[in-house]
């Protein structure tokens, strides 16, 4: 006998539990199930329905992947918790690790580095998005299928179902950005289906990208314009589309057509994906409704609050938290603050996202000069902190944290090593005159860089001592994304100046110099700053295209030797901070394995070239 693909699995396991003989015992409605039929009868059961939809899609909408396993999807069923992939663990941070802004800094997220390093192979395990979301895809497909014959108010079904439609639009949108073309599915499938549906091949890469684009155009006309935050409203529809259309232009632009099809657009429609790319941001831009975050004139402080500030005016979407413990409590916490703070830390650990030298460069500084460094010369004489990064984008400062940044009525300690007055230098466990050789922050091995990500980091809430400490909302969709996905769109349909004043709008707010003219690459360096830690760098490099040379290198960090004479630094570069696993990324790697488990389950899902 066949077997069946796991989206249908999940359908005969739910029919397998809840069959039984109809004799007279059995067919007593237990009084603790709530029927099927009661659902979609009563509005309070179908908002109820809708609402476990978005919990068990919360893992999606965490654009900063705590949806993206290490190597495991965990349970979409039982809510199991895992730590490599929920947010109150290393969920939220894999997406970063595997681009080119850093590795990381505990063994939470091992994996990751080995699938840098080119361990991605046909039996998958990097980023995995498939079972779990066509388990809630069929989910929304019945709900989008029974709620307009339910006895409830009209309007309000209207606006729940195009609810649904955004939902599932955005996982299909998931689906085909790790893996191109996939099953296309829109029904609720039965077990008296035709092999051709219970068994579905994978639609073109194009069709998938079209009808996440046509449902939210559907969804935007039907939501309503007020803010919504953790659900959304018109101007999230149209956020969305903007991103969606603007990955749509890149690959057909910058990529290549493959499997007939399944993979790939045609280069002759790129401008068409950039005009709805373009049209759709603007429409967000002229709405007013969202502006640029701009409530403190000290600009470091600004952007940091960004983050800090719930339901600030610069938030389009977001997964929306609390403060209580997600874990042991019953709350809705998450565990970023665990994971990435600094030192003092509950566990001695912390440091997940250790930035590379290569992003704290990328940061210019504020006159627009260049923030590159000359690494021959930094690593002659002693330096202060000051004269490496005191000109800075203020971006830089509430970004990134390094040696002597402010934390907690203290300072981030990394260094490592001390000259001593007669230009000793004192290691590990030494110290002169009270000041230890080594600072107070993990600095041993390969997972030290000199830098750490400040982004998101709520120092009012201590050290902590369980994951899901945290209670800051995650942006999913900003006006500060949706100003760069109109700059790039304009730019790739001539439209520069367009480009450019939408770009300035962003480095005024951040505190830089305008530029005078732009171009791509200034564009993508604008993402690349501004974006970071976000979760959108891996698949910028993927879309464009540049994912081959911008991930397939050698990457470093920064050691500091402090002088006790004059509480400077010697500077040594630490080059192939990652050690053996050196980053590598194949052509192939632009698309994610379909997977042997899954072929198999599926003949007719063709698995993707090069693997």
């Not at 009209?154 to 639009?169: K, L, P, Q």
Request: proline content about 4%; some cysteine; glycine content about 8%.
């Amino acid at each position: 006998m066949k077997k069946l693909t796991y989206i249908s699995l999940f359908f005969i396991s739910f029919v397998l539990l809840t069959s039984c003989h109809k004799d007279a015992i059995l067919d007593k409605v237990p009084s603790n199930i709530i029927s099927d039929a009661n659902v979609w009868s009563s509005q309070n059961l179908i908002d109820a329905f809708l609402t476990e939809q978005y919990n068990l899609s919360v893992v999606v909408e965490n654009e900063c992947q705590s949806f993206i396993a290490s190597w495991s999807e965990g349970s979409p069923v039982d809510g199991s918790w895992n730590i490599y992939t929920a947010d109150q663990g290393a969920g939220p941070f894999v997406v970063n690790e595997v681009s080119d802004e850093c590795q990381p800094g505990w063994n939470i997220s091992y994996w990751p580095p080995f699938y840098k390093a080119g361990g991605l192979t046909v039996s998958g395990g990097l980023l995995e998005w498939w079972e779990y979301p066509y388990y809630i895809i069929r989910n929304l497909n019945e709900f989008i299928a029974k709620v307009p014959s339910s006895p409830v108010d009209t309007s309000w079904a209207h606006e729940r179902i195009a609810e649904a439609r955004f939902m599932r639009a955005l996982h299909y949108f998931e689906l085909v950005k790790r893996y191109g073309g996939v099953p296309l599915i829109t029904k609720v499938q039965q077990l008296n289906d035709p092999k051709n549906e219970l068994f579905p091949k994978r639609s073109s890469e194009q069709q998938i990208y079209d009808f996440v684009l046509s449902e939210l155009d559907t969804v935007a006309a039907v939501l309503g314009t007020s803010p919504t935050y953790g659900r959304p409203c018109k101007w999230t529809a149209l956020a969305l589309q903007s991103r969606v259309a603007l990955y749509a232009g890149s690959i057909s632009q910058f990529g290549t057509v493959q499997l007939n099809g399944v993979l790939g657009i045609p280069s002759s429609l790129s401008s068409a994906y950039y005009q709805k790319a373009y049209n759709t941001a603007q429409a967000v831009i002229n709405s007013g409704v969202y502006q640029l975050y701009n409530g403190n004139p000290n600009k470091v402080v600004n952007f940091k609050s960004l983050w800090l500030i719930k339901q600030n005016c610069e938030v389009i979407y977001a997964k929306q938290h609390n403060y209580i413990d997600a874990l042991g409590g019953g709350g809705n916490s998450w565990g970023y603050d665990f994971c990435q703070r600094p030192k003092p830390h509950a566990w001695n650990l912390g440091m997940e996202n250790c930035a590379y030298l290569e992003l704290a460069q990328e940061f210019e500084n504020t006159d627009g000069t260049s923030g590159q460094l000359d690494l021959n010369a930094i690593q002659q004489g002693l330096w202060s902190i000051n004269d490496l990064f005191g000109k800075k984008d203020p971006r830089f400062w509430a970004t990134l944290y390094t040696q002597e940044t402010p934390w907690l009525g203290g300072q981030v300690d990394f260094h490592n090593g001390l000259i001593d007055p007669n230009g000793n230098l004192l290691t590990n466990s030494q110290a002169y005159n009270g000041i230890a050789a080594q600072g107070n922050q993990n600095i041993f091995g390969n997972f030290h860089t000199g830098f750490g990500c400040m982004k998101y980091l709520d120092s009012t809430i201590g050290i902590g001592s369980t994951w899901g400490g945290s209670g800051t909302d995650y942006i999913i969709l900003r006006y500060g994304e949706v100003l760069l996905n109109f700059a790039e769109a304009a730019f790739e349909l001539g439209k520069t100046n367009d480009a450019l004043t939408a770009v300035n709008q962003i480095r005024n707010r951040a505190g830089i110099k305008l530029l005078t003219t732009i171009d791509r690459d200034h564009i993508r360096h604008e993402r690349k700053v501004e974006l970071a830690f976000e979760g959108h760098r891996y698949w910028d490099l993927r879309r464009w295209r540049t994912a081959t040379s911008a991930l397939s290198r050698n990457f470093s960090g920064l050691q500091y030797i402090l002088d006790y004479n004059t509480r400077k630094y010697k500077i040594v570069v630490l080059n192939n901070i990652d050690g053996n696993l050196v980053p590598s990324f194949s052509s192939a790697n632009y698309y994610l394995p379909i997977t042997l488990s899954r072929t198999q389950i599926n003949p007719n899902l063709v698995e993707n070239p090069g693997y």
